[in-house]
């Protein structure tokens, strides 16, 4: 069952992220994928946005492209997207490069790409300390699953308009859990789970914490 905690994460954000794409984000992801794809469309275009980006930054950073089944690359598309906002908002007002108006992101497009970001930032936590580990034990991914609901059940309250998304994570990861409680495994498992359950909780609060204020809405 460990070694399926990425696969059901992997669902479960997948639901969320079609959920936002034909809901209250739908605008905005299809801006910022616009924007990303007309950047990147020559090697002119590149060069260019990389000298400028260069400049603000020092560093040759490029946008990202998201891949249809790896939710994560959706994650990092947006959060390089959000780091180098203000050179994408400059590229696409730049008559030199023809009309481009249509893929600039508003105030309201970075607000609500930014909650989504947070509702993402969960499960990634989650995954990236389970995949640290050598040997993945059952004892330390229920208590991922179990915190994982928690915690978006938490962010419901706080974003709002990102419930609808949030929802369809979650039914998939209940759909899971419900399927873990019929196994004898499970409640073994379960006596062991209290220290890791601990240990897990405070390394993500960390985690999540140490990058918090930058979506902070």
């Not at 994460?9 to 801006?31: K, L, P």
């Not at 969960?122 to 991914?141: F, G, N, R, V």
Request: some cysteine.
């Amino acid at each position: 069952i460990s070694r399926c905690f990425p696969h059901v994460v992997n669902i479960s954000c997948q639901a969320v992220i079609e959920t936002a794409e034909n809901g209250a984000c739908e605008d905005a992801i299809s801006r910022v994928r616009g924007g990303i794809r007309e950047i990147r469309k020559s090697g002119i275009r590149r060069d260019a946005f990389t000298k400028a980006v260069i400049i603000t930054h020092q560093k040759p950073l490029q946008l990202l492209r998201d891949v249809k089944t790896r939710w994560s690359s959706f994650q990092l598309m947006l959060r390089r997207a959000d780091l180098l906002s203000k050179n994408m908002h400059d590229f696409l007002s730049d008559s030199a490069y023809g009309d481009l108006s249509e893929f600039i992101l508003s105030d309201d497009d970075w607000r609500i790409l930014r909650q989504l970001m947070r509702v993402l930032a969960i499960p990634h936590a989650y995954q990236q300390l389970l995949s640290k580990e050598k040997t993945p034990t059952l004892c330390d991914a229920l208590p991922s699953f179990v915190e994982m609901i928690r915690l978006w059940e938490d962010l419901k309250y706080q974003l709002p308009e990102m419930i609808d998304p949030i929802n369809a994570g979650l039914a998939k990861l209940k759909d899971y859990q419900s399927r873990m409680a019929k196994i004898p495994a499970y409640t073994y498992s379960m006596c062991k789970s209290v220290l890791s359950l601990f240990s897990i909780l405070c390394m993500v609060t960390h985690v999540l914490c140490s990058g918090q204020s930058r979506y902070e809405v």
